[in-house]
């Protein structure tokens, strides 16, 4: 590392002890892939996989669409993760239609982004995110990757297998697995 003006500090890395690093005044430190360090708190941007991984063991997402107009639209979902691709259905949970604004949205424009977090009001350096960017599709019921898909929901959340979800299916490709931290990695929700 380059000798600059600043201080050496020791600071922690989440399950792998630590590192002195030379902190210019007021600035930041790359000390290890996907991790970077500011003058008094750590944050850590987890690997694509470690985020993938704390996103799939959160129990509710929230999905953004836009229609072509581009006027925003959030819901939470229920969702599964299969690799880099997130799906969640229409369920039996009331509705009006199952003709749903997302679905329309993605039809006419397929970026989306899904957002999983953990918030604690009494202690901060426990909050994280997790955003899942991507491409959206929407599979009708009867196709064998939508039926795959059902059974992984079913598989994951108890009130489907009383009622399983009749679709169609949202199936959102992730190209870019984003994340933060305030205090390092943490153990992902209990499941």
Same mark, same amino acid.
């Given at each position: 590392?380059?000798?600059s003006a600043?201080?050496v500090?020791?600071?922690p890395?989440?399950g792998?002890?630590?590192?002195?690093v030379?902190?210019?005044?007021?600035g930041?430190?790359?000390?290890? %892939?996907?991790?970077?360090?500011q003058?008094?708190?750590?944050h850590v941007?987890?690997?694509? %996989?470690?985020?993938?991984?704390?996103?799939?063991a959160?129990?509710?997402?929230?999905?953004?669409?836009a229609?072509a107009?581009?006027?925003?639209?959030l819901?939470?979902?229920?969702?599964?993760?299969?690799?880099?691709?997130?799906?969640?259905?229409?369920?039996?949970?009331p509705?009006?239609?199952?003709?749903l604004?997302?679905?329309a949205?993605?039809?006419?424009?397929?970026?989306?982004?899904?957002?999983?977090?953990?918030?604690?009001?009494?202690?901060?350096?426990?909050?994280?995110w997790v955003r899942?960017?991507? %491409?959206?599709?929407?599979?009708?019921?009867g196709e064998?990757e939508?039926?795959?898909a059902?059974?992984?929901?079913?598989?994951?959340?108890?009130?489907?297998?009383?009622?399983?979800?009749?679709?169609?299916?949202? %199936?959102?490709d992730?190209?870019?697995?984003?994340?933060?931290?305030a205090?390092g990695?943490?153990?992902p929700?209990?499941?």
């Amino acid at each position: 590392m380059p000798r600059s003006a600043g201080r050496v500090r020791t600071l922690p890395i989440a399950g792998s002890g630590s590192v002195a690093v030379r902190l210019p005044s007021g600035g930041n430190a790359v000390i290890a %892939a996907g991790t970077v360090c500011q003058d008094r708190r750590m944050h850590v941007r987890q690997t694509a %996989a470690t985020a993938r991984d704390r996103f799939a063991a959160a129990r509710v997402a929230r999905l953004a669409t836009a229609d072509a107009g581009g006027r925003p639209h959030l819901v939470p979902v229920t969702f599964a993760v299969a690799g880099d691709t997130v799906y969640s259905a229409v369920d039996a949970k009331p509705k009006t239609t199952t003709a749903l604004r997302r679905l329309a949205n993605v039809a006419a424009n397929p970026r989306v982004a899904l957002l999983v977090d953990h918030y604690d009001d009494g202690d901060w350096s426990r909050l994280w995110w997790v955003r899942a960017d991507g %491409a959206g599709r929407v599979l009708d019921a009867g196709e064998p990757e939508a039926r795959r898909a059902i059974d992984l929901l079913v598989g994951r959340y108890p009130a489907y297998r009383e009622t399983r979800p009749a679709g169609p299916v949202l %199936a959102v490709d992730v190209d870019r697995w984003s994340s933060w931290s305030a205090a390092g990695a943490h153990e992902p929700p209990e499941a």
